[in-house]
């Protein structure tokens, strides 16, 4: 990967009781309120009475469009409920908007797909070699894969919207001065 900037990669570090999903919406809403361009999607999970485990929605961050990316393989299943296809679809969707710039692109997770090697993790690439911050969430369990990918791009970042906050500015000491006109 190239990039013009030191660590355009921020990865949320989050554990078992971190409500990551909040912080990463609250992220999304601050930069908004500063008239940013935010492109990107949060995860939303729906419970599920009928299967064990919720729906899993991504909702685009500009209108609140939502895609599930979960498939409901019955109480028995052990694998990968993650939709192939789905994913395939928000990826194609966002290398196509990146090429518009935004301020900053947010994907909901740096998960077990892009540690293998799939996922969004072309979107990620192609936002560093814009210069394109990137901000993500990732368990503690994916901190290796991470930190492979990223190298000297990435940082781990806080759970908290100030820790977010303060590595944007980092990368454009001036974001929260100007307010640009939407």
């Not at 355009?8 to 309120?33: C, E, M, T």
């Not at 990732?138 to 906050?165: C, E, N, Y």
């Not at 303060?166 to 307010?179: D, G, M, V």
Request: hydrophobic letters at 40%; a negative charge.
């Amino acid at each position: 990967m190239t990039g013009n900037d030191p660590e355009p990669l921020g990865g949320i570090l989050y554990g078992k009781d971190s409500n990551v999903d909040a912080i990463l919406r609250a992220a999304a809403d601050r930069f908004r309120q500063r008239n940013r361009d935010v492109l990107g999607y949060l995860q939303v999970e729906i419970a599920d009475p009928a299967n064990c485990c919720p729906e899993t929605l991504l909702e685009r961050i500009d209108d609140g469009r939502s895609i599930r990316i979960s498939q409901a393989l019955g109480s028995g299943a052990r694998g990968c409920r993650l939709d192939p296809k789905a994913l395939v679809s928000v990826c194609a969707s966002m290398l196509a908007e990146i090429e518009l710039r935004p301020d900053l692109v947010i994907i909901n997770r740096f998960g077990k797909v892009e540690s293998e090697g799939g996922g969004l993790r072309s979107v990620f690439v192609r936002a560093a070699e814009l210069g394109i911050p990137v901000l993500t969430a990732l368990k503690d369990g994916h901190s290796v894969a991470w930190s492979d990918f990223a190298g000297s791009m990435g940082r781990l970042l806080a759970p908290d919207v100030t820790a977010i906050d303060n590595w944007y500015a980092t990368l454009r000491p001036n974001a929260w001065e100007t307010n640009r006109v939407a």
